[in-house]
């Protein structure tokens, strides 16, 4: 599976931006969809995932209640709706995907390249 994120960008605090996540290949809706994130010195971090079927989401409690994670089976494609933007949500957004059930970086197999999101003050 290749895995290309795009919809990275500037945006002022309080503000909203949509990512995506475009999977080749096949078997996109057999894959555990996640987004993790990461700034300079800092270890990446666990910020959404969603299950194979789209019906079962877990989140940050960082991010919970203003970013949404969803998939599109049909389109392969994730995505990860950020509204209420805070300057410490600034990081590169890395989207990957699982063939179990984790929420650990180091347990998906497959890495897009990331975007960089950069919300300011």
């Known amino acids: 599976v290749q895995l290309q994120a795009s919809g990275g960008g500037l945006v002022q605090a309080g503000g909203s931006l949509r990512l995506s996540c475009a999977a080749s290949?096949?078997?996109?809706?057999?894959?555990?969809m996640g987004w993790f994130r990461q700034t300079p010195g800092k270890e990446r971090e666990f910020v959404a995932s969603?299950?194979?079927?789209?019906?079962?989401?877990e989140y940050a409690d960082s991010v919970k209640g203003r970013f949404t994670i969803s998939r599109d089976n049909g389109k392969n494609t994730v995505y990860l709706q950020m509204n209420s933007l805070k300057p410490e949500d600034t990081a590169v957004y890395y989207c990957a995907a699982a063939n179990t059930y984790t929420n650990i970086g180091r347990g998906y197999d497959y890495w897009g390249q990331g975007t960089l999101v950069t919300v300011s003050s």
């Open positions: 290949g096949r078997a996109f809706s057999s894959y555990r």
């Open positions: 969603v299950s194979v079927s789209g019906g079962s989401t």
